[in-house]
């Protein structure tokens, strides 16, 4: 789980498309209201996406990201985009962004769901590791407005699109990460697409996001816990010592609860689901971006990312911040 | 402490409802608790009393909760 030879964050990157929802803008199509969101989700409003694709959202918290690491595109070894799917099934979105930036190095995307960015940064680790790479370009970014059925009251609202990005280069900075894995099919889906072989005996079905609360509750308080525990031990550092986590941004009860059982002060919990719902593989990144813009990451912070989504996933990383 | 004076006392903890009110025929509707609500419970559950709930089971009123802790601890 430690490493010695690792990377550190040059730069980082986010966007989203420019439309703006409220929980009032669809209580004026759904049956529910901004009370009932907010106070079961702590969402107030998500960005949706009408003309923009998912290449642009992600080319654009890319060149963010080359541009904050002083980076040209040209000079990127690889580029993973963590996404559940991009705008064509080929070619790979992170071909896509590749063209758009004028990137020559090959690029692939990887779906680990909502920790897909925490999974990039393990692939990444790989590459460093073996001294395949010096410069690698990671965009989290999910569509999720494509995946929600907007009739179902109980799923659409929870959901918003968006990305974001970090450019990797050589150091030291990973202190520890894992992932996890438990295949489960029925607490959390979407199903592809049917087709139209005539020979298809499949039974068809709809393309949405099914989703038992109940259960995806339940397992993200536990497995947030458990990972946090796990690499801060394996970071050798105490709860104490962690100066942000970014958890990923599904529902802040299950932050709310999670905190509650965790020992880390809750003013280091940094979160932003109000503005943004839960933009899946794009939520940690999205968040680390805005710290960074703030200008709140110091040299030598421990910084904790956590997340948990379909599969069933989990991810968890502490990065010493050295920019 | 028997067990539904145990899940009282723990329910009575996470909502604003007095000891008093919680029976074995109280609907965690009546009491005011969400599906997600009811999660926290009954993590709180099996934490306390050392168990592990499937949440598929038909958990609507306290005395549902009682049941399934008491045929648990068995």
């Not at chain 1, 407005?145 to 990973?174: I, M, P």
Request: aromatic letters at 6%.
């Amino acid at each position: 789980m430690k490493s010695s030879m690792s990377f550190r964050i040059l730069g980082t990157g986010s966007a989203c498309p420019a439309c703006v929802k409220t929980n009032e803008d669809l209580s004026s199509f759904l049956d529910t209201d901004d009370e009932w969101i907010s106070s079961r989700t702590g969402t107030k409003s998500r960005h949706v996406s009408t003309t923009e694709t998912l290449t642009e959202i992600a080319a654009t918290a890319a060149k963010q990201a080359l541009e904050d690491a002083n980076i040209d595109a040209k000079d990127l070894d690889l580029i993973i985009c963590a996404t559940i799917q991009g705008d064509y099934i080929t070619p790979s979105l992170a071909c896509m962004v590749q063209k758009e930036i004028g990137a020559q190095c090959p690029a692939f995307d990887i779906n680990a769901a909502c920790p897909g960015f925490i999974y990039a940064l393990d692939i990444a680790l790989g590459y460093f590791a073996r001294n395949k790479s010096s410069k690698i370009l990671i965009v989290g970014t999910e569509m999720m407005s494509k995946h929600v059925d907007w009739q179902d009251r109980a799923t659409c609202v929870l959901f918003g699109d968006g990305a974001g990005a970090v450019v990797l280069g050589e150091g030291d900075s990973l202190l520890a990460i894992k992932t996890t894995a438990k295949g489960e099919l029925d607490i959390l889906n979407i199903h592809g697409k049917n087709g139209n072989s005539p020979f298809s005996q499949h039974e068809k079905q709809d393309e949405f996001v099914h989703m038992n609360g109940q259960e995806v509750y339940k397992f993200a308080v536990i497995s947030m816990c458990r990972d946090l525990k796990d690499v801060i031990a394996a970071a050798g550092l105490t709860e104490e010592e962690i100066d942000f986590v970014l958890p990923h941004q599904a529902n802040i009860k299950i932050i709310e609860t999670a905190m509650n059982r965790l020992k880390i002060p809750k003013e280091r919990y940094y979160n932003n689901i109000e503005r943004f719902g839960n933009t899946s593989a794009a939520s940690i990144p999205i968040l680390l971006d805005e710290l960074n813009r703030s200008k709140r990451l110091q040299n030598g912070q421990n910084i904790a990312m956590v997340s948990f989504g379909g599969g069933l996933t989990t991810g968890a990383v502490i990065i010493k911040w050295q920019k | 402490m028997n067990v539904f004076e145990k899940v009282a006392e723990i329910i009575a903890n996470h909502t604003d409802t007095p000891v008093a009110d919680i029976t074995m025929e109280a609907s965690f509707e009546e009491i005011g608790l969400d599906s997600l609500d009811i999660v926290d419970l009954v993590m709180a559950m099996e934490d306390t009393f050392s168990v592990k709930i499937e949440l598929s089971q038909s958990i609507k009123k306290v005395g549902d909760l009682v049941t399934v802790i008491e045929s648990l601890k068995q």
